[in-house]
């Protein structure tokens, strides 16, 4: 599967939280944009409409599970795959994130390989689709 033409969108507010999961990507060769926070994530899907968003909850300005009811409440945008990366790990907190419109759900420190094929099997729908 040719990855590179992907375009896959990263939210979070930690600097070192984006370049660590973009180490990750990295050799696959995604088109990778990031997002310091909401508001600045629905701008960039405005921009241009990734494939994927990586998404982490705990954010200031707008938090994760407005940006992802914002995304599912806008027939341009329901359609896109969003896996959350968060430290929230609550059954409480995933259950939210799956109501809300979630593909995934990653719990953080993140595990590469968990990522990796998270990421993978949410391109491969699309591909199918």
């Given at each position: 599967m040719d990855f590179s033409k992907y375009n896959v969108l990263m939210v979070d507010d930690v600097p070192l939280n984006l370049l660590l999961v973009e180490k990750m990507l990295n050799r696959f060769k995604f088109r990778i944009r990031k997002a310091a926070n909401g508001t600045e994530a629905?701008?960039?899907?405005e921009e241009?409409?990734?494939?994927?968003?990586?998404l982490d909850?705990?954010?200031p300005?707008?938090?994760g599970f407005e940006v992802l009811r914002r995304i599912r409440c806008n027939p341009?945008?329901?359609h896109i795959k969003v896996i959350i990366l968060s430290a929230l790990n609550s059954n409480?907190?995933?259950v939210h994130g799956f109501e809300l419109g979630a593909n995934d759900f990653i719990t953080k420190p993140i595990v590469m390989e968990k990522l990796i094929n998270c990421v993978a099997t949410q391109l491969q729908l699309i591909k199918n689709s």
């Open positions: 629905l701008m960039a899907v241009e409409e990734p494939d994927l968003i990586l909850i705990m954010m300005v707008m938090d341009k945008t329901s409480k907190d995933v």
